[in-house]
Every structure is written in C-alpha cells, then in structure tokens.
Nanobody, 122 residues
Framework: QVQLVESGGGLAQAGGSLRLSCAAS????????MGWFRQAPGKEREFVST????????YYSDSVKGRFSISRDNAKNTVYLQMNSLKPEDTAVYYCAAARVAATGENRYDYWGQGTQVTVSS
C-alpha cells in the first residue's frame, strides 16, 4: 500500500510558477513510477507527466512540454512538478499517482493522492 499526499498548490498569476510536491508513505517508493494528472472543472482528468522509477526517464503531455518539469527524490519519497510560465488553462486539481511502470494512461496507476488545487489568474 502506498499513500500519496500532494502539496504546493495555490493561486498564481499567468506567467508565474508553482512547485507541487507529492510525498509517499512506505519504503517502496523507488519501486514505483510516478505520474501527475490534472482535472479542470467540467473536464475529464488528463495526463500531465510521468517519471520512471529511477528518475532517468520523463515524459510530458504536449500542453505542458517545455513549461513543466517532473523530478523525484527517492531518498525523500517525494516527486515534484515544477510549473513555469503558467497559463489560465493550467487551472485544475492536480493529482499524483503511482504505477509499476511509467505510463500515460490513468488506468495504469494503482495509487492516487487526494489532489491539490492550482488556480492561475489572467
């Protein structure tokens, strides 16, 4: 069992930055690939980014590529999402999730956090 707790959400202006963190419980964090997803009001949840178990491989959706950066610290059981050049359309609840293998499909993820709200004002 893995428990995930996101933090770092809040209000930012367009063009600004936020860094999300996701802390995982347990001693097996390095056994899981991690992903970030988001859900905007009235929309389905969508993939944002994923990182491999070692952190050597990352992948981003086209909508955030070049602006967001995913990283992890296995010693701290934490995965991060650095969000730069924020746009109003980035407004959503952001979720972190854990999977056995890095993937873009949410059905590949076994554990989910409760989400953290990110609001970007224009």
């Amino acid at each position: 069992q893995v428990q995930l707790v996101e933090s770092g959400g809040g209000l930012a202006q367009a063009g600004g930055s936020l860094r999300l963190s996701c802390a995982a419980s347990g001693r097996t964090f390095s056994s899981y690939a991690m992903g970030w997803f988001r859900q905007a009001p009235g929309k389905e949840r969508e993939f944002v980014s994923t990182i491999s178990r070692s952190g050597s491989s990352t992948y981003y959706s086209d909508s955030v590529k070049g602006r967001f950066s995913i990283s992890r610290d296995n010693a701290k059981n934490t995965v991060y999402l650095q969000m730069n050049s924020l746009k109003p359309e980035d407004t959503a609840v952001y979720y972190c999730a854990a999977a056995r293998v890095a993937a873009t499909g949410e059905n590949r993820y076994d554990y989910w956090g409760q989400g953290t709200q990110v609001t970007v004002s224009s």
